[in-house]
């Protein structure tokens, strides 16, 4: 990822509407089966400015790790003592000793060329029982600026995300497209940068919107938190959300 994308993250995500929505999803998934705890063993893998560890220390412990020195540079008051400068394929931890892994926006990135040796090591360091929560972007249709600009290397749909997880033995418990309500305007967004490069916006998708607009903003992404609470899901998005299980009887046979 740019460093320019580090330095406007680090600015924005305890503020940007669509920070703050992803973590009302997630929260919406966790809280089904960890509402009430707050001993939970937990490691955020790929933690970039550490916005989400702070969110995730509601649940328990965490840990994190990125590779980026920009993650320790900007995310250090947020990040003090949990960051370990590490990739995701090499994890530095021993084997069973995370109750909860999460992963946000990193397995698409070009620097995780194989997805599936960063699940392997998800699954290694997991508990038996220990859960995944991943995200990913969706649909190649939907590839923009932005995917260029944080060094994306490919998107996502449901199948391909279900076809990861079963390939290292994960449990699927949940999974659903989400952002789903703010879809045209994105749309709108990628079209006019395929028919007009020059004309387009050349700012990065993270920047904070006028103060009105990003409260607006917030609403859609509640709305749709509130439905993942409820068992919902929705048929498409710009994101793929998942929940997963280290199963208990194959990680004995493992």
Request: hydrophobic share 45%.
């Amino acid at each position: 990822m740019e460093r320019t994308e580090y330095e406007v993250m680090a600015a924005v995500e305890d503020r940007h509407w669509w920070y703050g929505g992803m973590r009302a999803i997630a929260a919406a998934l966790l809280d089904e089966v960890y509402a009430g705890r707050r001993d939970l063993r937990i490691l955020d893998a790929g933690c970039g400015t550490g916005g989400n560890v702070v969110f995730l220390r509601r649940y328990g412990s965490v840990a994190a790790v990125d590779l980026a020195p920009e993650a320790a540079l900007f995310g250090r008051e947020r990040l003090r003592g949990a960051l370990a400068r590490a990739t995701v394929l090499a994890l530095p931890f021993v084997d069973a000793c995370f109750d909860l892994v999460t992963s946000f926006e990193v397995l698409y990135h070009r620097g995780v060329p194989d997805e599936g040796a960063a699940l392997r090591e998800t699954w290694r360091v997991l508990r038996p029982g220990g859960r995944l929560l991943l995200r990913l972007p969706a649909f190649e249709w939907l590839r923009g600026r932005h995917d260029c600009a944080v060094h994306g290397r490919r998107r996502y749909t449901i199948g391909d995300v279900q076809t990861l997880l079963r390939n290292q033995g994960f449990v699927i418990e949940r999974i659903s497209y989400v952002n789903t309500l703010l879809l045209p305007f994105p749309l709108v967004q990628r079209l006019i940068e395929r028919l007009l490069p020059d004309v387009a916006d050349d700012g990065s998708d993270l920047q904070l919107p006028p103060a009105l607009l990003n409260e607006a903003l917030r609403w859609p992404l509640a709305a749709e938190a509130a439905w993942i609470a409820r068992g919902g899901t929705f048929p498409v998005g710009l994101s793929v959300i998942c929940r997963a299980r280290k199963d208990q009887a194959s990680a004995c046979s493992a």
